[in-house]
C-alpha cells in the first residue's frame, strides 16, 4: 500500500508583512516552499515562525497579516494541507488506532481502518493500535502523530517543532522516518535546532528579527547524516547567524 | 490502613463527646450520650429506615435531574452565544439568590410531599453543576481545536468528538459537588413542610425534646450523604480512569 501523497505537490508562496498590534512582526517577507521539498524556516522563539506556519494552514495568529499566500496550482491552501506540532495532540481518550482516523472521524467520511492500521505498521507501532497514549513513550506518541499527518493524505504538510520534546536520539530516528515517509509532499518544517536544519532542508531560511534570509543547505541529499562534517559545518554557521554579530 | 485510621478517628470523637457529657454533666435533652443515640437508633431502626428511604428518594431523584439539566444548560450554553449572554445573567442570579430562601415558595407551590424536595435538591445541584461542566466546554485543549480545524471538521463533531470527552473531567468535578449538596437541599425541603424524611423526623424529635432521635436521624443523614459523596466519587474516577488514563 502507498504512503505516497494522491495529488501532486504544491509550491507554496507566502509574501507580505505581519504585525502584532503596532509592532511589526515581519516585514515584507518572500519565501516559497520548495514543490515536492523540504523547507526550513529556522528562527528563534517569538520571531514569527509559527506564525507563517499558521497563516499558511489558515489557523488563528495573534498577529494581523497582509499579503499573499497562494498555492502554485492556485488550490485553496488549507484543504491540501496537513498539521502536526510540538505536541502530538494525540486525544488521551482515544487509542491509537482512534487518533490516527481522527480527520476522516470529525469529517464523518468512511473509516479506513486497513490503511490506518498500514501507516501505523509503516511507522513501527503495528504491536500498539489499541493502546491509549498513556501507554506509549514520547516518540512513539510522535510517530502516532505522525501516522495520523500520513492518514490524511495531505499533498502539503506543515511541521511546527515536531521533534523538539523528544529526546536526542528517538529526534534523530524521527527525523529519517518523517524523511522516508513524506517523501513527495511540499514540507514546512519550522525549527529552532540549527542540526536540525541543516539535515533536512533541501530549501532553508533563517529567521531573525531583521529578517528572513534564504540561505544555502549542505549540497548532500536530505536526510544527511548528523556527523557529516558538511553538515556540522553547517550547524554551527546556522547557530552563528542565530545568535547575530 | 485508611480504614483503620477512619475507625480510630471515629472512636476518638465518640469518646470525647461522651466525656464532655460526664464532665459538663449536661442534660440528656441537650446533648445525649453516644450510647444512648446508639440504643435510640437501634430502637427506631424502622421509623429511621422509612424516614431514610424518603429522604435517600429525594436526594436520588433530584441528583438525577438536577444533572441531566446542569448537562443539558452547559451544552446550550458552549454550542451558541446568544444563549450564553442570555442566560447566564440569570443563572448567577438564581445562584446569588440562597436556596434556602425559595424552599418556603417551592413547598407553596409543590406541597408537602416529595416534589418540593426533589426541586430543592435540584435547584441546589444545578449551577455547580452546568458551571463546571461549562467550563470544561469552554477550555479545550486549543491545540486539539486547531488540529480539528485543519482536519476541516465540523463544529457538531468538535462538540462531540472532542470537547465534550475532553470536558468530562470537569464535569467529574461538578458530580462530585453535586453529591454533597444534594443531601443539604433535600433536608433543607424537609424542614420548611413535610410529612417524612429525615429533616422532617429531626426538627419533629426536638419538638418533643427527644434530643437522642434527633441525633440518631443526624448521624443517619450523614451516613447517608458519606456513602453517597463515596459512591459517585468511585464513579466519576473509574469512569474517567477508563476513558483517558493519567500519564
Known amino acids: ?245 | 490502613m485508611r480504614v483503620v485510621h477512619g475507625l480510630l478517628a471515629i472512636g476518638l470523637a465518640l469518646a470525647i463527646w461522651q466525656l464532655i457529657v460526664i464532665l459538663t454533666s449536661v442534660p440528656s435533652f441537650i446533648l445525649p450520650p453516644p450510647l444512648t443515640v446508639m440504643k435510640t437508633w437501634f430502637e427506631s431502626r424502622v421509623l429511621i429506615a422509612e424516614h431514610s428511604l424518603a429522604t435517600g428518594t429525594a436526594i436520588l431523584l433530584g441528583l438525577t435531574i438536577g444533572v441531566l439539566l446542569g448537562v443539558s444548560t452547559a451544552l446550550l450554553l458552549a454550542a451558541s452565544k446568544t444563549i450564553r449572554l442570555m442566560v447566564r445573567p440569570m443563572l448567577v442570579f438564581t445562584q446569588a439568590l440562597p436556596v434556602f430562601a425559595l424552599a418556603p415558595i417551592l413547598t407553596l407551590w409543590l406541597g408537602f410531599g416529595i416534589g418540593s424536595k426533589v426541586a430543592m435538591a435540584v435547584l441546589i445541584i444545578y449551577f455547580p453543576v452546568t458551571s463546571a461542566f461549562f467550563d470544561g466546554l469552554v477550555r479545550t485543549p486549543p491545540a486539539y481545536l486547531d488540529l480539528a480545524s485543519t482536519m476541516g471538521a465540523s463544529r457538531q463533531a468538535v462538540l462531540w468528538q472532542i470537547k465534550i470527552p475532553a470536558a468530562l473531567p470537569a464535569l467529574g468535578s461538578g458530580l462530585r459537588l453535586a453529591a454533597v449538596s444534594a443531601p443539604i437541599g433535600a433536608v433543607i425541603g424537609e424542614w420548611v413542610g413535610a410529612s417524612q424524611g429525615l429533616g422532617y423526623l429531626m426538627l419533629l424529635a426536638n419538638g418533643r425534646a427527644k434530643t437522642d432521635l434527633m441525633f440518631a436521624a443526624l448521624l443517619t443523614l450523614g451516613v447517608l450523604s458519606v456513602t453517597l459523596y463515596l459512591l459517585i466519587n468511585w464513579l466519576v474516577l473509574t469512569v474517567l480512569h477508563h476513558h483517558a488514563p493519567a500519564d
Open chain 1, 1 to 245: 500500500m502507498m504512503v505516497e501523497p494522491t495529488a501532486r505537490a504544491p509550491e507554496i508562496r507566502v509574501s507580505g508583512s505581519a504585525q502584532v498590534g503596532d509592532t511589526p512582526l515581519f516585514d515584507n517577507l518572500d519565501l516559497s516552499l520548495a514543490a515536492g521539498g523540504w523547507t526550513c524556516i529556522l528562527g528563534v522563539s517569538g520571531v514569527g515562525k509559527t506564525t507563517i506556519l499558521r497563516l499558511i494552514v489558515g489557523l488563528k495568529t495573534g498577529a494581523t497579516f497582509s499579503g499573499t499566500i497562494a498555492a502554485g496550482d492556485g488550490l485553496p491552501i488549507p484543504r491540501q494541507a496537513a498539521y502536526m506540532a510540538q505536541n502530538d495532540m494525540l486525544l488521551p481518550w482515544a487509542t491509537a488506532l482512534k487518533n490516527v482516523v481522527l480527520g476522516s472521524r470529525l469529517r464523518g467520511d468512511r473509516v479506513d481502518r486497513v490503511r490506518a492500521r498500514h501507516l501505523l505498521e509503516r511507522v513501527g507501532l503495528g504491536g500498539h493500535i489499541h493502546k491509549k497514549p498513556h501507554a506509549l513513550s514520547g516518540g512513539q506518541r510522535q510517530r502516532v502523530a505522525l501516522a495520523r499527518t500520513l492518514m490524511e493524505d495531505r499533498a502539503l504538510v506543515l511541521l511546527d517543532e515536531p521533534f523538539s520534546a523528544l529526546d536526542a536520539r528517538t529526534r534523530a530516528g524521527m527525523q529519517e522516518l518523517a524523511h522516508e515517509l513524506l517523501a513527495g509532499r511540499t514540507v514546512l518544517l519550522v525549527t529552532h535546532d540549527p542540526g536540525e536544519a541543516a539535515r533536512l532542508a533541501d530549501r532553508l531560511f533563517v529567521m531573525t528579527e531583521v529578517g528572513c534570509k534564504n540561505v544555502q543547505p549542505p549540497a548532500t541529499l536530505p536526510p544527511r547524516p548528523i556527523d557529516d562534517p558538511e553538515v556540522l559545518h553547517a550547524q554551527a554557521q546556522l547557530l552563528a547567524s542565530l545568535r547575530g554579530p
